[in-house]
């Protein structure tokens, strides 16, 4: 949790123009997503005692990420499937710029969701490396540059 203060305190203490946002990838911690999923309310209790409620949100990825109520193999959760666990620290006005920039925000997700009901998901269930999966991730990243 040293890491995530520290990038939490680099994200308060820097100009958006120089830093937009931070992605915390832990390769080693949290292999089962039950233990991660428990640790993103610490995480989040780190956001609020860093000052930074309102201001920075937590996305958590993982390899075996399920959103509730879901069954683990619903596609839904590949959204938030990642090769490693992952905090990605974003600013809140980093949000707003995308929704300006995407009005529809929440068609890109229904977006996703519909590329990845097309695949073949026996591929991507066997590994978040599924090439699909990546052109997604790279496809996020690049709206995330422009802002």
Known sequence: MEDLDEELQRLGNTPATELETTLLVHPTLFPDFDVFNDMLDIADAAVVENGLEGIVQIAP?????????????????????????TLHLIREDSIAKAAQAFPDASAIFE??????????????????????LIRTIRKYFKMIRYL
Do not use: C
């Open 61 to 85: 990825f993982h390899p075996y990420f399920q959103f509730e109520g879901t069954d683990s193999d619903g596609i839904g959760n590949y959204t938030n499937r990642s090769p490693y666990p």
């Open 111 to 132: 977006r996703n969701i519909a590329l990845l009901e097309k695949w073949d998901m026996k591929a991507g269930q066997n590994s978040v490396s599924h090439p699909a």
